[in-house]
Each structure stands twice: as C-alpha cells, then as structure tokens.
C-alpha cells in the first residue's frame, strides 16, 4: 500500500484507514492462522498518522499533558500540527523512537483504595491510537462473541442482556470472578506471545514492547521501571488487556467445540447429569453461568485460575464467588437476581441498578450540589444534568423506574436545599415565582434533569449478530 508522506485531510485519512482496516479484517478472518508480516509500514502510514491524531485531539484527555508538559491544544496552537505529525513520522521510519515514562495519577476507588493511572504524553498517545488501528482489526476477528469490553459496537449491556438470557434458561449458578490488580500484573512476556501469534511484523512487536517497558514517572518524583502491567490510561491498554485476557474466551470456546457441544449436545449433558456453561467477559470483569451444581461451579474456579497463572494474573479470594441467582449478584453495576414478581408465584430474573451504584449517582448529585452558591442556578443545572443523563440513560434497560423516580425526588431536594442556601433571606413564595415554575427547578432555557421521565425498556439481546465496523465498511469499499 502506498505511503508516500502526503498529509490528507481528515475525511480522506478516514476513508483511507477505514479501507485498510477492512482489508485487514478480512484476512484476518479468512485464515485464521496468518501471521501478518508488514504492518510496520501501515502504522507509519500518513492517513493512518492523520486519523490518529484526529482521535487523540478529540479525547477528553487531551487537555491532560504527559511528562514533557504538552498537551493537544499546545501542539495545535504553538508547534504545529504538520511538523508535529512529520517528526513523529520521521522516528518512526528511522526506528529511532522511543516512549517516554507515564505520568503517574493515583485515582480514588469505592472502599477507600487508590487505582493507578498513567497518563502519556501526546506524542505517545499519537503513535499508540496508530497502532491501535493497525491491529485491532486484525485481533477482532479472533476474538470470541462472550467478550463485550474495550471493542469496538459492544457495551457493557449487552454483557447484562447475555447474563439474562442465560439466567432465565437453567444456567442457576453463578461463578463471579475478579482477577487482582488485573492491568498492573499481566506478563509482559505472556502478552507478547499471544501478539506474535497474530503479528510476525517484528518492528511492530518491538513497538508494543517499547511502551510495555517504557517505565512510570510516580507522583513523588521518582521513576519506576515497568515489568509487568500494561497502565491504565494509554491507549492501546485496553486492546493489549484484551489480548491476553482472550485466553479465558478462546479456553472456554475451544471446551465446547472439542466435544462438539450444539444446543443438542448440552441437553444431551444436562440429562447425564453434566455441567454445561456459559463464559461472559466485559474487560476483567466475567461470570461463569452454570447449568448444573455448586460442585460444577466450584470445579471450573480452579480451571480458570491454572489458565490466569502463565499471564501472572491471579483470581481475588475475596471478590471471586460463586452464587444461585436467587441469591443474586453485582455485575457491571446492575443487581442481577430471579425473584417472585409481584403478585403471583412466578419467578423472573430481574436486573436493575444496584445499591453500590445508586449510592454512587446519589453521591455525585451530593458533590454537586454541595457550595458553590455564588454560581447561579442556570451553571448548577449545567453541571448536574449531565451526570443524571449519563447515569439513566446507562440503566435505562433495567427494571429501573422505581429507582429513576427516587433519583429524581433526591436530585428535586437537593436543588432546592442549595436553593434555599443561596438565598437564606427569601421567602419560599419569591423562590417559587423565581426558580420554580411548576414546581421544578428552572433558570431561564436551562431545566433540571427528569430522571423520572426516562423511558426503561428491556435491552435486546444480540449474541452472534454484533457486526464490526469493517464488516459494513467492506460492503462500501468492495462496491
């Protein structure tokens, strides 16, 4: 393929990157053995170079700098984005570039703990989003249907749909796994093994490499060398943690295509008394659904973690367990249990927000609500419809009318309680005619945010039928 350094503007990259990676997924899929032995040219390809910084200027991290001080914005305003983008691809070519360390961010967890985030520099983020659209297309043709994190037309509800599908069809118990320090602990070595399966482009693994080992900058001042991990927060994380946390999926794929397990087949075993499962993964969060017993589930809880081992990943004793689903569970924030529906003696499998993330959302709408009573009501409502819409609208396929009609009781009291701080002196008649027509709080174009008025519907389950961005893009491109 061509790639003589013209700059495209970022339509033409778009079209450009769109096509290679559609010709890439289909090779991919077509031999599912191919190793692919020149990809080194295509990351310093310039629409590839064009689309990567298109995507790195659009994230919100942008205005975030790495540990050389600049940001996006610098780059665009000050350096230029031409030279910028021609000396990134200069190194590249001349294989002379080398990462810098990760600013180091220790970011507050639930229960008190600290998560680590690291924070590239712009220049890093740029030649880690190439690569990213270099080799995700490649790794999504192997990955398996039951992993929904990091990729690319899945979200975390088609996870839920999943569990509840399956929940509602035998699957009684539940094995639910959490690996310890999951992106902080992954083998450098492990990882780069299952790259090369893939990739035979020793450039490009030289590349992954590079920034695997690139070291972080901690916050005291102090550099850390990198052996295991890949830090949360670099852009192709999330695609490399994907890659070696496949083994989980491609294990319990290969389990049931070994013993030839059609539909037919696991009811063939469910009549001898054998276990049949279900694996469902979003990033290093998973369950294991069990047709069959506790004995079953605990069984397959020793398999995973002999699979983990030679990735240097360990299951958390205390986070991993295993339930009925009448007993239920918390799985990507939504309580997933069979209970009795209300009024007659049959048992459903419902699943709605849980107590852990409701008092999360309450907590935020507490933050924001909280001071600040020299803003006006007009910047409050600004800053807190969004965290209502975001935190509805991601539970809206639950059974989550109850908790949306609470949610919009506490944020209504909230309001008027900074209302009332505001302005100590007023009557409650002057606020009314003021701030509240109708009784909701309202400044000017600006209104709170109905949580109440979203409309919950039951997410549909997609299973096999979750096409890839490059599956349409042949059609186009192929035309």
């Keep these: 393929m061509n790639t003589v350094a013209s700059w495209p503007d970022t339509n033409v990259a778009w079209s450009r990157v769109l096509v290679i990676q559609t ?37 919100k991290g942008a205005r975030s700098a790495g540990v050389d001080g600049q940001t996006a914005s610098y780059i665009s305003t000050v350096r230029g984005e031409d030279e910028f983008l021609a000396d990134l691809r200069a190194d590249l070519k001349a294989r002379t570039f080398t990462p810098l360390p990760v600013r180091e961010r220790m970011i507050p967890k639930s229960g008190g703990k600290l998560r680590r985030l690291g924070i590239p520099t712009v220049r890093d983020r740029v030649a880690q989003a190439a690569l990213k659209l270099v080799l995700e297309p490649i790794f999504e043709a192997d990955f398996k249907p039951c992993s929904y994190g990091f990729r690319p037309k899945r979200r975390a509800q088609d996870a839920i749909a999943e569990i509840h599908y399956f929940t509602t069809r035998s699957y009684e118990w539940v094995l639910e796994g959490d690996i310890k320090a999951c992106f902080d602990e992954i083998s450098h070595v492990g990882l780069l093994d299952r790259l090369r399966a893939r990739d035979g482009d020793k450039r490009v693994v030289g590349l992954v490499k590079a920034f695997l080992k690139a070291g972080i900058l901690a916050e005291g001042g102090d550099e850390k060398d990198t052996t295991a991990g890949t830090p949360q927060g670099g852009i192709l994380s999330p695609l490399l943690a994907n890659i070696a946390l496949s083994l989980l999926d491609d294990h319990f794929a290969a389990a049931w295509q070994t013993m030839g397990a059609t539909g037919s087949a696991r009811l063939n075993r469910r009549r001898k008394g054998l276990a049949t499962y279900r694996f469902v993964r979003y990033a290093d969060d998973w369950v294991v659904l069990v047709a069959g017993t506790r004995a079953h589930a605990e069984g397959l809880r020793d398999e995973v973690a002999d699979l983990l081992r030679p990735m240097g990943l360990r299951l958390s004793e205390e986070k991993t367990r295993i339930v009925h689903i009448d007993e239920g569970f918390d799985f990507l924030g939504f ?62 396929h639950g059974v989550s009318k109850a908790t949306f009609n609470y949610l919009r009781q506490f944020a209504w009291q909230r309001v008027l309680r900074w209302l009332r701080h505001k302005h100590r002196r007023t009557s409650w008649a002057w606020l009314r005619r003021r ?3 109708g009784w909701w709080p309202t400044e000017g174009a600006v209104t709170l945010f109905n949580p109440g008025g979203v409309t919950v519907t039951r997410y549909r389950y997609r299973g096999n039928r979750i096409a890839t961005p490059w599956t349409s893009g042949l059609t186009r491109t192929t035309a």
Excluded: M
């Design 23 to 59: 010709k890439l997924h289909q090779w991919a899929l077509d031999d599912p053995t191919r190793r692919f032995d020149d990809l080194y040219n295509l990351v310093c390809d310039p629409a590839v170079l064009v689309e990567a910084w298109r995507r790195v200027k659009g994230n």
């Design 335 to 396: 309580r997933i249990q069979r209970h009795p529906k209300r009024g007659t003696g049959k048992r459903y499998v419902y699943t709605y927000p849980s107590k852990k993330a409701f008092a999360s959302i309450k907590a935020k709408v507490r933050s924001v609500t909280k001071g600040a009573t020299d803003q006006s009501l007009s910047v409050l409502l600004h800053r807190l419809n969004p965290v209502l819409r975001g935190w509805t609208n991601y539970f809206q």
């Design 435 to 437: 701030y509240l027509p």
